[in-house]
């Protein structure tokens, strides 16, 4: 399973739960102020300023072992939190958006243990990843309130 999956997963997922428990601190708030639209803004401006700095990297450059270790001689350990948090929180609530939170959670991690990440990706989501990839692409390169509107929604 690519690292950015398997951190942007675990992200969202600690969300949901904080969500669904009412442990997080902006429990109750509505609007811009509720956990998730929170989350999910503080990490598309993470994924917008360290896109400014690092443009040419993607989450398809931690597919791999060898591709995270790239990165890591490219630009250390700052660009490797990036890619496999703030950008893979934004590609998971993307994938959920697309499916919903009961499809990433339950039906992705059941097909993974029997079927292997990739086809569970496609089973799942309906696309293969790059695919994906591309659809990501071109979220990015939406506004930001389009981006917001999109996964609040």
Known sequence: MPRWFEEGTASY?????????GWSRD??????QAPRIRMLVENLNW?????KT?????????????GAQRVSQYCGQLCI???QYGMGYVATALLANLTSDEALIFDFYDLNKADGFYPAFEETFGMKIDDFYQELD????????????????
């Open 13 to 21: 997922f600690q969300m949901i739960i904080d969500e669904n428990e």
């Open 27 to 32: 429990i109750g708030m509505t609007g811009d």
């Open 47 to 51: 994924v917008r300023n360290d896109r």
């Open 54 to 66: 690092w443009p040419s990297l993607k989450i398809i450059d931690l597919e791999t072992e060898a």
């Open 81 to 83: 939190g990036f890619l």
């Open 138 to 153: 071109k979220f990015l390169a939406l506004p930001r309130t389009e981006q917001v509107e999109r996964l609040a929604g």
